[in-house]
């Protein structure tokens, strides 16, 4: 099934916030500390929040950085990397930050969504001018140095694996697809690269996967979640009052909230007028659950 409007809605989402970000990304469930991390890319900054059983979520803590929020990954530890434009940011758990060395360069290209492998190791994709097709995804090395894993896509976005970690998902929000292949979780080597779906109404963004190895990708600019099979069909779907949806987790200590982020980004005043949740984060229990978060194997 690939006509969107005859999938199965998966539930109504509730509002879980209490104010809209200007572009809220980057969903984390962190597993130690039962806190839901999340960004504001342009804002630089990210929020550690209490999620409730109900599904609001309280704000925490507000942590800022001295750069664009890309991404966040948790290590065990409870230190924090963060994807600024060209380097990595790190925050120790006693609050200190520190910045690593260039990793990108290009004055208009940043860092934008990524995630931490099987493996623990940072994996994270860049964003530059529009109608280019020369960006980049990024694998993070034990040893600092980064490791190209595509050099041709138009805006490198969401992420992730299957639970066995062999297969990766990715997208390329600029061409509206999404890519798998397969991958070792020990090694990190990746195998040929495939479309496995087409979004043809808005652009994929931000996406995860489910314990039955299902994806789940939000749509920007359709105000819409999707839930793929293995085998490319959309079978599940989620309508978010909100049209720039931006990413999507599976949070709580049972991993069964599905969390969406929101943006205001790119909606006009009038927009903004007929869409006043946009920003906020969404949240709904659809009936599946989430695979454990792998988390970042910290700086070594």
């Not at 990766?168 to 779906?197: L, M, Q």
């Not at 995860?208 to 490319?232: I, M």
């Amino acid at each position: 099934m690939n006509d969107v409007t005859a999938a199965p809605e998966l539930g109504t989402p509730r509002v879980a916030t209490e104010t809209g970000l200007f572009l809220a990304e980057g969903p984390l469930w962190d597993p130690v500390r039962e806190r839901l991390l999340w960004v504001d890319i342009l804002d630089g900054c990210v929020y550690r929040g209490v999620l409730a059983d109900d599904g609001t979520i309280e704000v925490e803590d507000r942590i800022r950085f001295p750069d664009t929020a890309g991404t966040v990954a948790v290590a065990a530890s409870g230190e924090l990397v963060v994807a600024g434009t060209r380097r990595l940011f790190f925050r120790t758990p006693d609050g200190a930050i520190s910045a690593g060395p260039e990793l990108i360069s290009g004055a208009d290209r940043r860092f934008n969504d990524g995630k931490a492998d099987p493996a623990g190791r940072l994996i994270v994709g860049t964003k530059g001018p529009a109608g280019t097709r020369s960006e980049v995804f990024v694998r993070v090395e034990d040893d600092g140095s980064a490791a190209v894993l595509d050099d041709d896509l138009a805006l490198a976005n969401g992420l992730g694996w299957t639970a066995d970690g062999r297969r990766f998902y990715s997208v390329d929000t600029g061409a509206g697809v999404i890519h798998v292949r397969a991958y070792d979780p020990r090694t990190g080597a990746v195998g040929e690269r495939r479309v496995f779906a087409t979004v043809g109404d808005g652009h994929p963004d931000g996406l995860t996967l489910d314990d039955e190895d299902h994806v789940w990708v939000a749509v920007w600019g359709a105000g819409r979640v999707l839930r793929y099979s293995p085998a490319g069909e959309i079978v599940g779907r989620i309508e978010v009052p909100a049209p720039h949806t931006s990413s999507v987790a599976f949070a709580g200590p049972a991993l069964d909230i599905l969390v969406i982020t929101t943006a205001q980004e790119g909606l006009g005043d009038a927009e903004l007028a007929a869409h006043p949740l946009s920003g906020r984060l969404f949240t709904l229990r659809p009936g599946f659950r989430g695979g454990p978060p792998p988390l970042w194997s910290g700086r070594v």
